[in-house]
Nanobody, 119 residues
Framework: QVQLVESGGGLVQTGGSLRLSCVAS????????ISWDRQAPGSQREFVAG???????KYSDSVKGRFTISSDAAKKTVYLQMNDLKPEDTGVYYC?????????????WGQGTQVTVSS
């Protein structure tokens, strides 16, 4: 079984920074299969940052240049450094991953960490 635990959220003013952490436990396929999503109030969950299969980072257009995803495979931890935060970055941030089992792909999410950016 896979468990993901996010931390690092909080309340910050516009232009501020936060660093989120996602610690994985259990059997994960690859640290590169852990990505960050977010969900704003009243909106659908959206992709924020992750890795390609070759380990290259990728970002949504809305955070490109401001957010940086990184990983520490030895610690099974993925980070999301968020700089120059804007009110539209407010939401619950989740890390997620997936495994392939006998029944196909199984997705896992953490409990999320709240990020609130005040204007």
């Amino acid at each position: 079984q896979v468990q993901l635990v996010e931390s690092g959220g909080g309340l910050v003013q516009t232009g501020g920074s936060l660093r989120l952490s996602c610690v994985a436990s259990g059997k994960i396929f690859s640290i590169n299969h852990i990505s960050w999503d977010r969900q704003a109030p009243g909106s659908q969950r959206e992709f924020v940052a992750g890795f390609t299969t070759s380990g290259v980072t990728k970002y949504s257009d809305s955070v490109k240049g401001r957010f940086t995803i990184s990983s520490d495979a030895a610690k099974k931890t993925v980070y999301l450094q968020m700089n120059d935060l804007k009110p539209e970055d407010t939401g619950v941030y989740y890390c997620d991953t997936f495994l392939y089992g006998p029944s196909g792909r199984v997705d896992y999410w953490g409990q999320g960490t709240q990020v609130t950016v005040s204007s």
